[in-house]
């Protein structure tokens, strides 16, 4: 029999070798080893986790830890954390942890707001010897990196990310890419150049143009995707389709049999009520008919209500747009003929006549609820009004089953799927002079606005389309009352092209800053600067009253020259029909936007409403807004489900947002040689 080996210790006891050589190895000092870990995969655990898995590792998978603890911590929103960390990356790295290093570097520098940073690391990206994990985020960070603004690269990337994804994921990826086509406009769609390969980039862009061809008729609509359907049967869509459209398959008609109009019938807004109620009531009956807008033409509206014939032989003297300082005919037609994007919008023929019933209640006698509890007991299937905002804040607060066309907009508009928002604001227009204004190429534009919480609204609402659209800092300048510019028109001042930059974040900046503990508003990179006359302002969005106008015009020529080249637009507040050829001479070159109705489109409804009102045209807008109320109403649930849907009216081209606000694209007008003349 063999002898077992034996080890005999010190103290004479005796342990079998294998278990010698346990001991041994315990008592060594080293550590267990950590699992490996997978850069190029995902990162779902926690920053804590990967950070005790650093400390416990060995110098040869230690930078991969790393990289996972930041890609955690940026996802947990700790980005000081992660920007350390990422610094602290040891100098020699493999070439998988340097792609991964380049990778989290740009997805830090989005959750920092650091775009162009973002933009330059992706570019140095081999993106073949990326995974598949990691290709995702890479178009992900493209995605980010273009802060919601469309374009080819971004489409491209959504549609190379798309395999890549879960079913969830893709989901969000189909809904992203239709919101970047439909974000494209007539002249990127005819710009555009795909490679003879990108058949699912092809599918995409035939579905867009049958959308756009399509989407003002629901039925026609639903038939023209179900055969895009089969043509293409390998698209993401084809399975999956947009939110979107998807309701557009499942759209149904509201009911207007049953219509509560709210408005106030007692007490100063009365006179306003009265004016969309005969707007509403005219669509209605069928005096007032959508149709395609034709070139302008020389209207006559009445001098005074009782004049059965105009007077003047001046065919701006009443609103009428004048073709006689135009270009040639086919190339005047009006703005209110295309979209915001310039596509074609369809006429929209609302029913004439309608037998719809209209009961009218009165929101200066009860209390909101009790109206609304009160409509839905008599019947009605939708609701047009309240009309004053302190009514319309209420509306978010209760809750009807009822849809709901509200008149006006609270100051933060909630998402409620059966409320719509219709307003002529002042903001509505700004943000549409904003996309006017920076179509015709200027950069760097100047408000001027009354002092006071109107001009402070006007302005922000600019400011931050500019910045939508992909501006910088806008200016703003306040001026006093008529008796003020008076004085300084005297005295030999002029208006100079400076002023203080609009306070809106952007997205690029934070919104706040931490300093010793104490959170305040950040402020904007550029807050000190000041632009001047010969410096670097290119255009002036006036917001005046006429009187007001009569005087800024001439100030702004007398400090800067008349042939300055300024961009000089004005509002829609400047505007007062019947101004006489010295004034239109005076105004020469200003640009100025107005409602459809005022700006020509509909001579004959014009001179009807004038003589109505008595030539008060801030009542005849209010009784296009009525007009235009009733077109809604019988539309409510295209503008409610379809994105995109839109309509000619007479207070302009209406679209709806993802919070159903209904916005308003103007026609512009221009005083050219003593007459008014349309824009092209």
Same mark, same amino acid.
């Given at each position: 029999? !063999?002898?077992?080996l034996?080890?005999?210790?010190?103290?004479?006891?005796?342990?079998?070798?294998?278990?010698a050589?346990?001991?041994?190895?315990?008592?060594?000092?080293?550590?267990?080893?950590?699992?490996a870990?997978?850069?190029?995969?995902?990162?779902?655990?926690?920053?804590?986790?990967?950070?005790?898995?650093?400390?416990?590792s060995?110098?040869?998978?230690?930078?991969d830890?790393?990289?996972l603890?930041i890609?955690?911590?940026?996802?947990?929103?700790?980005?000081?954390?992660?920007?350390?960390?990422?610094?602290?990356l040891?100098?020699?790295?493999?070439d998988?942890?340097?792609?991964?290093?380049?990778?989290?570097?740009?997805? !830090?520098?989005i959750?920092?707001?650091?775009?162009?940073n973002?933009?330059a690391i992706?570019?140095k990206?081999?993106? +073949?010897?990326?995974?598949?994990s990691?290709?995702?985020?890479?178009?992900?960070a493209?995605?980010?990196?273009?802060?919601?603004?469309?374009?080819?690269?971004?489409?491209?990337?959504?549609?190379?990310?798309e395999?890549l994804?879960?079913?969830k994921?893709?989901?969000?990826?189909?809904?992203?890419?239709w919101?970047?086509?439909?974000?494209?406009?007539?002249?990127?769609?005819?710009?555009?150049?795909?490679?003879?390969d990108?058949?699912i980039?092809?599918?995409?862009?035939?579905l867009?143009?049958?959308?756009?061809d399509?989407?003002?008729?629901?039925?026609?609509?639903?038939?023209?995707?179900?055969d895009?359907?089969?043509?293409?049967?390998?698209?993401?869509a084809?399975?999956?389709?947009p939110?979107?459209?998807?309701?557009?398959?499942?759209?149904k008609?509201?009911?207007?049999?049953?219509?509560?109009?709210? !408005?106030?019938?007692?007490?100063?807004?009365?006179?306003?009520?009265?004016?969309?109620?005969a707007?509403?009531?005219?669509?209605?009956?069928?005096?007032?008919?959508?149709?395609?807008?034709?070139?302008?033409?020389?209207?006559?509206?009445?001098?005074?209500?009782?004049?059965?014939?105009?007077?003047?032989?001046?065919?701006?003297?009443?609103?009428?747009v004048s073709?006689?300082?135009a270009?040639?005919?086919a190339?005047a037609?009006?703005?209110?003929?295309?979209?915001?994007?310039?596509?074609?919008v369809?006429?929209?023929?609302?029913?004439?006549?309608s037998?719809?019933?209209?009961?009218?209640?009165?929101?200066?006698?009860q209390?909101?609820?009790?109206?609304?509890?009160?409509?839905?007991?008599?019947?009605?299937?939708?609701?047009v009004?309240?009309?004053?905002?302190?009514?319309?804040?209420?509306?978010?607060?209760?809750?009807t089953?009822?849809n709901?066309?509200?008149?006006?907009?609270p100051?933060?508009?909630?998402?409620?799927?059966?409320?719509c928002?219709?307003?002529?604001?002042?903001?509505n227009?700004?943000?549409?002079?904003?996309?006017?204004?920076?179509?015709?190429g200027k950069?760097?534009?100047?408000?001027?606005?009354?002092?006071?919480?109107?001009?402070d609204r006007?302005?922000?609402?600019?400011?931050q389309?500019?910045q939508?659209l992909?501006?910088?800092?806008?200016?703003?300048?306040?001026f006093?009352?008529?008796?003020e510019?008076?004085?300084?028109i005297?005295?030999?001042?002029?208006?100079?092209?400076t002023?203080?930059?609009?306070?809106?974040?952007s997205a690029?900046?934070?919104?706040?800053?931490?300093?010793?503990g104490?959170?305040?508003?950040?402020?904007?990179? +550029?807050?000190?600067?000041?632009?001047?006359?010969?410096?670097?302002?290119?255009a002036?969005?006036?917001?005046?009253?006429?009187?007001?106008?009569t005087l800024?015009?001439?100030?702004i020529?007398?400090?800067?020259?008349?042939?300055?080249?300024?961009? !000089?637009?004005?509002?829609?507040?400047?505007?007062?029909?019947?101004?006489?050829?010295?004034?239109?001479?005076?105004?020469?070159?200003?640009?100025?936007?107005?409602?459809?109705?005022?700006?020509?489109?509909n001579?004959?409804?014009?001179?009807?409403a004038?003589?109505q009102?008595?030539?008060?045209?801030?009542?005849?807008?209010?009784?296009a807004?009525g007009? +235009?109320?009733w077109?809604?109403?019988?539309?409510?649930?295209?503008m409610?489900?379809?994105?995109?849907?839109?309509?000619?009216?007479?207070?302009?081209?209406?679209?709806a947002?993802?919070?159903?606000?209904?916005?308003?694209?103007?026609?512009?007008?221009?005083?050219?040689?003593?007459s008014?003349?349309?824009m092209?």
């Amino acid at each position: 029999m !063999l002898s077992s080996l034996i080890v005999r210790t010190k103290s004479g006891r005796i342990i079998p070798v294998v278990l010698a050589a346990m001991l041994m190895a315990a008592c060594s000092g080293q550590a267990p080893q950590t699992p490996a870990a997978n850069i190029q995969a995902e990162a779902s655990a926690s920053s804590e986790y990967y950070l005790q898995q650093m400390q416990q590792s060995s110098d040869d998978n230690k930078a991969d830890w790393q990289l996972l603890a930041i890609r955690s911590l940026i996802r947990e929103g700790k980005l000081p954390q992660a920007a350390e960390l990422l610094g602290k990356l040891p100098q020699e790295l493999t070439d998988v942890q340097r792609q991964e290093q380049q990778l989290v570097s740009a997805e !830090l520098s989005i959750a920092q707001k650091n775009m162009p940073n973002t933009s330059a690391i992706l570019a140095k990206l081999n993106v +073949d010897s990326l995974s598949n994990s990691q290709k995702a985020r890479y178009y992900q960070a493209v995605i980010d990196a273009s802060q919601g603004k469309a374009s080819l690269p971004v489409i491209r990337a959504y549609i190379a990310q798309e395999p890549l994804l879960n079913d969830k994921q893709r989901l969000q990826n189909i809904n992203g890419t239709w919101a970047a086509l439909t974000q494209l406009t007539q002249a990127d769609l005819n710009s555009l150049v795909i490679n003879a390969d990108e058949n699912i980039l092809q599918g995409w862009l035939d579905l867009l143009r049958l959308y756009q061809d399509n989407k003002q008729d629901p039925s026609l609509l639903k038939a023209a995707i179900k055969d895009w359907q089969t043509r293409y049967p390998n698209n993401p869509a084809s399975k999956v389709l947009p939110t979107a459209l998807d309701n557009v398959l499942n759209f149904k008609q509201a009911s207007t049999s049953s219509v509560a109009l709210l !408005l106030p019938l007692n007490g100063q807004a009365q006179v306003f009520a009265n004016a969309i109620q005969a707007g509403f009531n005219a669509a209605k009956n069928g005096v007032i008919t959508q149709s395609a807008p034709s070139q302008p033409q020389p209207a006559a509206a009445p001098d005074d209500a009782n004049a059965a014939q105009p007077t003047s032989t001046d065919p701006n003297a009443n609103g009428a747009v004048s073709t006689s300082g135009a270009a040639p005919v086919a190339e005047a037609t009006p703005a209110a003929q295309t979209d915001a994007d310039g596509m074609p919008v369809a006429p929209i023929v609302p029913p004439s006549a309608s037998n719809a019933q209209i009961k009218v209640y009165d929101t200066s006698s009860q209390p909101l609820p009790a109206l609304l509890a009160q409509a839905k007991q008599d019947g009605a299937t939708l609701v047009v009004g309240p009309l004053l905002k302190e009514n319309v804040d209420q509306l978010s607060a209760g809750s009807t089953p009822l849809n709901v066309l509200a008149l006006n907009q609270p100051e933060q508009v909630q998402n409620n799927p059966n409320i719509c928002y219709f307003a002529l604001s002042p903001e509505n227009e700004a943000r549409d002079a904003a996309k006017h204004i920076w179509e015709q190429g200027k950069r760097t534009p100047l408000i001027l606005t009354p002092r006071g919480s109107l001009g402070d609204r006007v302005a922000k609402a600019f400011a931050q389309e500019w910045q939508q659209l992909g501006g910088s800092t806008v200016l703003q300048q306040g001026f006093g009352s008529t008796g003020e510019l008076r004085q300084s028109i005297n005295g030999g001042t002029g208006i100079r092209m400076t002023g203080q930059p609009v306070m809106v974040a952007s997205a690029s900046q934070p919104q706040s800053v931490t300093i010793a503990g104490l959170t305040i508003p950040a402020p904007p990179a +550029d807050a000190g600067a000041v632009s001047t006359s010969n410096g670097k302002v290119d255009a002036v969005y006036i917001i005046a009253t006429p009187a007001e106008l009569t005087l800024i015009k001439p100030m702004i020529d007398l400090a800067n020259g008349s042939h300055s080249g300024l961009g !000089l637009y004005a509002s829609s507040r400047s505007y007062q029909a019947g101004s006489g050829p010295d004034f239109r001479l005076e105004m020469d070159g200003l640009q100025f936007s107005d409602i459809p109705l005022l700006a020509g489109s509909n001579p004959a409804l014009l001179q009807q409403a004038a003589s109505q009102f008595k030539n008060d045209y801030s009542l005849v807008r209010l009784y296009a807004m009525g007009a +235009d109320a009733w077109v809604l109403a019988n539309h409510f649930s295209q503008m409610r489900q379809i994105g995109g849907f839109q309509l000619n009216g007479s207070t302009g081209v209406l679209s709806a947002d993802s919070n159903c606000v209904i916005n308003r694209k103007l026609p512009w007008l221009q005083y050219r040689a003593g007459s008014i003349v349309p824009m092209q």
